[in-house]
């Protein structure tokens, strides 16, 4: 069914001059575009965002990393646009997600207390409708 998913381009992706190469990868799969804006979100929309990983040992390195610079939200239209979008990302660790993938082609372990993986996609159509009223 026609659904909305939120993507993020992360501050990683948005500092490395990678937001136009990702987009191209989400218009040539043939997603629509319904809204899109540059976001430097405060710590609170952040805490909202990541409340289920409040605790766990990479929750203030990850604040602190999506606290670093701007990051691009991107409300996403489409059939199955959820794991669709979320295939094109691949696995959430950068240097095992599959070549083909965003984060397989771009990214890296950089040695970081945290995952840099350049990219966000809601995991279900209820956190789709949470996280793109946070962000939108
Ligand atoms: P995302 O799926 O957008 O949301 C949680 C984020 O936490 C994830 O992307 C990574 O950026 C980061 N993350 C997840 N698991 C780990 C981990 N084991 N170590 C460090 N960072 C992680």
Known sequence: ATEETLVLVKPDGVARGLTGAILARIEAKGYALVDIRLVEPERATLEQHYAEHEGKPFYEPLLEFMLSGPSVAIR??????????????????????????????FGRDWGLAVQQNLVHGSDSPESAARELAIWF
């Open 76 to 105: 996403l239209a489409g059939n199955r646009v959820i794991e669709g979008f979320r295939s094109l990302a691949g696995t959430t660790d950068p240097t095992t997600a599959a070549p083909g993938t965003i984060r397989g082609d």
